[in-house]
């Protein structure tokens, strides 16, 4: 298990940064986000604005006919809920219409019903056209309680568009669409805003720019996906900088292959004598250096992900570079994925802005949720709908939070593709807080973090519970934790201020001996009868290092008869059984890298109040919360760490 500890604990994936954007006080509604939804072909420019009650839209498309934008549930046009619009060419005179969309599968045209809502929720504000665009803006409820519609929510919005050069025969007759595009948005979040107040101060003398690029990264047409390893050295501060934004740089044309980027700040161990700055470090092969870069960079000062746009600390915070820091080396972590075979050589990377005009709180990012990225997750092939769950104990919160707490303004969630919804929960005295963030409708091809504004706050005490749902019915075999795609992760990256002293990881895994324990191994002879102690601290000891015996592991799960009553009992040992926790506080002791496990303790489910009138709302059109949940949730009761 060793490997595990000093590994396991840093290696993270993680990305952009932006997000969530509650507004406090009732404010009219402005057009103040802007996108174009379809970079390439640039046919959609949206641009929205919302207040705590409304979402107002303004759609330009490239057709003098119908334009349409939905809410889907997946990206996929079955359930969508949606605005369709046209100008009419004789008249001029706009129409807007509430739909929804059925669209059974396998897809024909004849079977797809686009039916008008009984209730018209969306309402006209103005539209036209002139000689090759039309223009229609609306003004519809962010929760409409209507089961024909869905709700603008914090989550991920999974948005369709399409259109057709001529405009409906009749207002009922609508013929099949000749172009159409998906595009995933964070619409309540700060990353589209056109004109921020944070984006607009980081300019003047006290600014300048910091950029940490790979240098020229060679990915061949046989490489599909490759993580890349480079460090970067700082220069000299002479003075204490924040950090404010993060922007990525994307090298044009290798917008597909980049799929996301990491950079930690190392420790003096990696110095300018470390044998290699530049490597292919990728997962699926052992590699020391790989492994000495993670222990020793952990302090993770930017992300980009897919999708994601320039990020902003809020005018309050910064992340901190301190004179200590110069010429210390930042690790850039990268990982292209490359479907199509591309050959292609990339000099990508995390473009910072840092000041001398410091911001009065010292900011930092915290890491929770499954922190074994490894063998002990494990998600059976064929399941609907599967939970890994991980929790950061109230003893770590306990043990290294400042009294008034820490400040969160960002959350990254991050899961892979066969990850389905995502939740953060936040408990307090046994008692469960609203989430500090979710996503019901995740996109492994967006990642964005959920601005926090304004900021949740997280006391000692307080316990945080993630879990992941997938659903794992196109697998055929056990998907096992790890870096790659098609491997799994459920990880949060919560920035938060003040960081003093910092909490690095708080976070948790289910004990290999636990699922050891359930399903045996190929190492007994015969194969899957239950290890001896001796046995079983061999496995868990050269299971991280010696890849005949991976490869023979893997193969026994995934020919495991995973029977109904081992699978009931494989989820609850995520669920209820004895967890193992990590609580890693870089600042308060550098060196603490140990676990202990603990029984967790019962806790009552958080329901999101609805704001809709008894009946709630039928439908499946509503934000659900997560009363679907019927596992019993547990925390932690007793904790013991390393530096207690
Ligand atoms: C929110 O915006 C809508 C649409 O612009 C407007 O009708 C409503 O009055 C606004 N609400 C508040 C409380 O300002
Ligand atoms: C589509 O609409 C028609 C007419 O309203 C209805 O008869 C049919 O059942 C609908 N199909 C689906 C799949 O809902
Ligand atoms: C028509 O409207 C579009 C979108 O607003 C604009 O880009 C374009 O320049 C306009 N064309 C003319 C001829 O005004
Ligand atoms: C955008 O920013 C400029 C400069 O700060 C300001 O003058 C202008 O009013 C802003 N516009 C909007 C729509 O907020
Ligand atoms: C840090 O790097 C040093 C030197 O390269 C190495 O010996 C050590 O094992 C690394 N630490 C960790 C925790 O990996
Ligand atoms: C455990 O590993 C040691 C060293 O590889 C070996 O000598 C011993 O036989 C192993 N024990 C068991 C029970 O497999
Ligand atoms: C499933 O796992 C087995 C054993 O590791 C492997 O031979 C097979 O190719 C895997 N199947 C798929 C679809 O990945």
């Not at 920035?495 to 359930?518: K, Q, R």
Request: glycine fraction near 6%.
């Amino acid at each position: 298990m060793l490997f595990t500890m000093t590994s396991f604990l840093f290696m993270l994936l993680l990305f952009g940064c932006s997000g969530l954007h509650t507004v406090t006080a009732d404010t009219p509604t402005a057009l103040d986000h802007e996108v174009l939804l379809d970079p390439v072909e640039q046919n959609f420019f949206l641009r929205w604005g919302f207040n705590t009650t409304h979402m107002d839209f303004e759609i330009t498309a490239k057709t003098l006919g119908w334009l349409a934008v939905g809410i889907s549930p997946n990206g996929g046009m079955n359930a969508a809920d949606v605005l369709l619009a046209w100008v009419d060419d004789k008249t001029g005179i706009p129409t807007v219409q509430d739909r929804w969309l059925i669209a059974p599968k396998p897809y024909s045209p004849r079977t797809v019903n686009l039916s008008l809502d009984s209730t018209q929720d969306w309402v006209l504000v103005t539209g036209s056209q002139n000689a090759t665009h039309t223009t229609v803006r609306a003004v519809r409820k962010l929760v409409t309680c209507d089961t024909q519609d869905r709700s603008f929510t914090a989550d991920t919005t999974r948005l369709i568009f399409s259109m057709h050069p001529q405009d409906p025969a009749t207002p009922t007759s609508i013929t099949k669409h000749t172009y159409r595009g998906t595009r995933s948005l964070l619409m309540l979040s700060e990353s589209y805003l056109v004109n921020s107040s944070a984006i607009n101060s980081d300019t003047g003398p006290e600014f300048s720019n910091l950029d940490l690029l790979a240098d020229r990264v060679s990915i061949s047409t046989e490489t599909r996906t490759m993580y890349f390893c480079s460090l970067i050295k700082l220069p000299t501060f002479t003075r204490k900088h924040h950090i404010v934004t993060t922007r990525p740089v994307i090298n044009r044309g290798n917008e597909g292959v980049v799929h996301h980027m990491l950079a930690y700040i190392c420790n003096d161990k990696i110095d300018d004598n470390f044998p290699d700055k530049a490597f292919d470090c990728s997962f699926d092969q052992l590699n020391p250096l790989r492994d000495q870069v993670m222990g020793n960079c952990t302090a993770i000062i930017a992300t980009f992900g897919i999708g994601s746009e320039p990020s902003h600390y809020p005018p309050e915070a910064g992340y901190p570079l301190t004179p200590e820091l110069s010429g210390r080396y930042v690790f850039l972590e990268s990982h292209y994925d490359n479907p199509e075979g591309k050959s292609v050589i990339d000099s990508s990377g995390i473009a910072l802005t840092i000041t001398t005009k410091l911001r009065p709180h010292d900011a930092a990012i915290m890491m929770t949720g499954y922190s074994d990225i490894t063998f002990s997750m494990m998600i059976p092939p064929q399941m609907q709908d599967f939970v890994t769950y991980s929790r950061c104990s109230k003893d770590c919160t306990g043990a290294i939070l400042p009294p008034t707490g820490i400040n969160v303004i960002k959350v990254f969630l991050h899961t892979h593709t066969i990850g389905q919804r995502i939740y953060l929960r936040h408990i307090r005295g046994g008692k469960e807080l609203p989430p500090l963030a979710k996503d019901e409708t995740y996109d492994f091809d967006y990642q964005e973090s959920q601005t926090i504004n304004p900021p949740k706050v997280i006391l000692p005490g307080d316990e945080l519970i993630q879990h992941c749902h997938y659903n794992s019915m196109s697998r055929r075999n056990v998907t096992f934790g790890g870096w790659g795609t098609p491997e799994e992760m459920c990880m949060s990256f919560v920035t938060y201020y003040p960081a003093n002293p910092v909490i690095d990881l708080c976070s948790s895994f289910a004990p290999m001996e636990t699922v050891l324990a359930l399903t045996g191994t190929p190492f007994t002879s015969p194969p899957g009868i239950p290890l001896t102690p001796e046995q079983m601290k061999n496995v868990t000891e050269e299971l991280w290092v010696n890849v005949p015996m991976i490869n023979q592991y893997k193969a026994y799960m995934s020919a495991y008869n995973w029977t109904p009553e081992k699978l009931t009992a494989l989820q609850s040992i995520y669920t209820d059984a004895d967890y193992a926790a990590m609580c890693v506080s870089t600042s308060t002791n550098p060196d603490a890298q140990e676990y202990s496990v603990v029984p967790p303790n019962k806790y009552t489910v958080y329901h999101e109040p609805s704001v809709c009138a008894d009946p709630a709302p039928k439908g499946t059109a509503t934000t659900s919360g997560y009363s679907g949940v019927m596992f019993i949730l547990y925390a932690s009761a007793l904790l013991t760490m390393s530096y207690h």
